[in-house]
């Protein structure tokens, strides 16, 4: 990709990694980056659904001023992140944003409870995304910038909550993508 292309829309590998499109419904679990998040709600469109689940108020402001600099309409909803307040079966993509350590942040019994409150969101043949930060490798590690660790293996995580055909989708600008898929009905 061009210098040049990648300054122009920051984003475009969320995005495209998410697999969007206009009409689609998703919500995401924490918000570590607003813009990640408005760049995928901007995808989706009025005709769409974009929802968020954060713990608290500091993600709920950067989810909101992400929607607004995107000029995209998200719900927030500030609430334990255990239980979401959305009927089941209600969107088609569902994105935890784990770039701030908000999964290891929990015990796994947390951890898997999340991953099933996502799977109960999701309606059948729905794609639950992992989106992790990768370890500062270069200049950034060498200036201590980023996490120092690496990020959680999900893949089991997400098996264990209930999810098939899950797997590493890729890594890129210092991102892990994993994915799985909940049962066709």
């Given at each position: 990709?061009?210098?040049?292309?990648?300054?122009?829309?920051p984003?475009?590998?969320?995005?495209?990694?998410?697999?969007?499109?206009?009409?689609?419904?998703?919500?995401?679990?924490?918000?570590?980056?607003?813009?990640r998040?408005?760049?995928?709600?901007?995808?989706?469109?009025?005709?769409g659904?974009?929802?968020v689940?954060?713990?608290?108020?500091?993600?709920?402001?950067?989810?909101?001023?992400?929607?607004?600099?995107?000029?995209?309409?998200?719900?927030?909803?500030?609430?334990?992140?255990?239980?979401?307040?959305?009927?089941?079966?209600?969107?088609?993509?569902a994105?935890?944003?784990?770039?701030?350590?908000?999964?290891?942040?929990?015990?796994?019994?947390?951890?898997?409870?999340?991953?099933?409150?996502?799977?109960?969101?999701?309606?059948?043949?729905?794609?639950?995304?992992?989106?992790?930060?990768?370890?500062?490798?270069?200049?950034s590690?060498l200036?201590?910038?980023?996490?120092?660790?690496?990020?959680?293996d999900?893949?089991?995580?997400?098996?264990?909550?209930?999810?098939?055909?899950?797997?590493?989708?890729?890594?890129?600008?210092?991102l892990?993508?994993?994915?799985?898929?909940?049962r066709?009905?």
């Open positions: 990709m061009l210098p040049a292309a990648r300054k122009s829309d984003y475009q590998l969320v995005v495209g990694m998410s697999g969007l499109k206009l009409g689609d419904r998703f919500v995401q679990v924490g918000c570590a980056h607003g813009g998040l408005g760049a995928m709600a901007a995808k989706v469109g009025l005709s659904r974009a929802a689940v954060v713990p608290d108020e500091a993600s709920a402001t950067r989810a909101r001023k992400g929607g607004e600099e995107a000029g995209a309409f998200i719900e927030i909803e500030t609430t334990p992140i255990t239980r979401f307040p959305f009927e089941g079966d209600a969107f088609e993509l994105v935890v944003d784990d770039t701030g350590g908000l999964l290891g942040a929990m015990s796994a019994d947390e951890r898997v409870g999340v991953l099933r409150e996502v799977l109960r969101v999701l309606k059948p043949g729905g794609r639950a995304q992992v989106v992790g930060a990768l370890p500062a490798s270069g200049l590690a200036f201590g910038r980023g996490p120092k660790t690496p990020p959680l999900v893949e089991p995580l997400l098996s264990d909550a209930g999810f098939t055909l899950t797997r590493v989708l890729g890594e890129g600008e210092g892990r993508f994993t994915e799985g898929a909940k066709r009905a």
